[in-house]
C-alpha cells in the first residue's frame, strides 16, 4: 500500500477501507494517489485551506478540481474514480462529524460509454462446439456435453461450475441453475445438447469418477474432482484454438453471443432476460445495440440505393 499519508484525515479514512469496508490494496493505493492530488490541488488554489481544513470547502472548490481533470485531460473513466473516490472522503468526513455538510454531493461523474457485449457469428460457434468431436474418451465426452450446455442456456460460468447431477432433467431437458444471489432458475436446453450431456452422464462421467472421492458435481476434472472456472475456461481456449478461431472466445463471450443471436432469430427481451437471469431488464437490453447494428450492416450491405 501507499505510504503513510501527510493529512491525518485522508490517512484514518485509507485505513477505514481497509479495516471496516475490506478494500483491496489495489483500490485502497488509487483513493489514496486521488486524494493526495485533490490535497495539493486545493493547497495551491483555495486560500483558508492550508492545513487540511476540509470544513472550510465548498462544492465551488470541489467543481473546480473537477474542471482542473478535464482540463489535464484524463480519461473518462479515471476521472469517474478520481470523483468517486472524493465522494467516498466526504461521505467519511461527514459521518465522522469533521464536516456538516457535504459539498461532494453535487459532484458529478463523466457519462461512461458502457462498452458493447462481444459476440462471435455463429460460424464460428458451430467450429468450437463440433471441434472435441476429434477426440475420443471421457475427456472428449464431457468438453461436448460442455460447450454445447454453456451455448444452449447461456449460463454463467460459475453457475455450469457449481451444477449437480440432481440439477439435471433428462424428461423435461431442463437445468435448475443457482444464480446471483441464490436465486434459482430452470433453463431449458434443445435435444442436441440433452443427447451430448446423456451420453456424458452414462459414458464419460463414470470414467472420470473417483470412486474414493465420490461427489454429485456434474463436470469433473481428470483427477474426478469439480472443474473449477478457471478449468472450464481453459477447456473453452483449447478447443477454440483448435478450431482455429481468431476471436477471443471465453465462456462470458458465449453467453453474450447465445443472446444476441436469440434476438436475431426474433426471441424478446423478456424471455433473454429470463434465460440469462438477469435482475434487470436495462442490462439486456445492451444486447439490442449489437443485434441494431448487425442490422446496419446487413441494410448497408443489400439496399440498392445504400
Known sequence: MTASIADPWIQMFLDYLLVYRNSSSHTVDAYARDLEQLSAFLEETTPGFEGGRWESLSAQDLRRFHAFLHGRGYASTTIARKIAAVRSFFTYLKMEGVIHHNPAKALESPRLRQPLPKAVSQEEIERLLTAPAREEGPLALRDRALLELLY?????????????????NLERDTLLCRGKGHKEREIPFHELAAQKLLRYIKEGRPQLLNPKRPTDVLFLNHRGGPLTRQGIWLIIRR?????????HITPHVLRHSIATHLLRRGANLREVQELLGHASLTTTQRYTRIVNDHLRNVYETVHPRA
Open 152 to 168: 444452449a442456456t447461456g449460463m454463467r460460468v460459475s453457475e455450469l461450475a457449481q451444477l449437480r447431477l440432481e440439477d439435471v
Open 239 to 247: 478447443h477454440a484454438r483448435a478450431a482455429g478461431i481468431a476471436a
